[in-house]
């Protein structure tokens, strides 16, 4: 338990403070790589990384009723982007290698990131 306390506030560091306070928990699950959101490209490096965090119903609420009007404000960290036609689900580019996707339909926020590629060297010996 004090293990998933830790990685709750290092993972609150990470998110913009408008959604830092709308995780509740990470969740363990294994279907990530059957998800439609798996697919988004996110940059040219190689390894890649995710979680999945569950969303606070108050604002999953909000985001239903009000759309991008109900998400919270990134304080330049990013802007949102929709992902569909319903309004339900959209994406934030935070960083170059990490995206926040926030599915308010399923109370779902996916962390997504990719680590930058090791640099390699131009000279042959």
Do not use: K, N
Not at 8 to 32: M, S
Not at 65 to 88: I, N, T, V
């Amino acid at each position: 338990m004090r293990l998933h306390a830790r990685l709750i506030r290092r993972l609150r560091r990470l998110l913009p403070p408008g959604l830092a306070g709308a995780v509740l928990r990470v969740e363990q699950g294994t279907g990530w790589s059957a998800s439609p959101l798996a697919a988004l490209a996110l940059g040219p490096a190689a390894r890649r990384g995710c979680l999945r965090l569950r969303l606070d119903g108050a604002l999953a609420e909000r985001i239903r009723q009000r759309g991008a009007e109900g998400l919270p404000a990134l304080d330049g960290a990013g802007r949102w982007q929709a992902l569909g036609r319903r309004g339900l689900c959209f994406r934030a580019v935070l960083r170059q290698h990490q995206v926040v996707v926030c599915d308010a339909l399923h109370q779902r926020l996916w962390l997504l990131w990719r680590e930058p590629g090791t640099a390699r060297c131009a000279r042959g010996y």
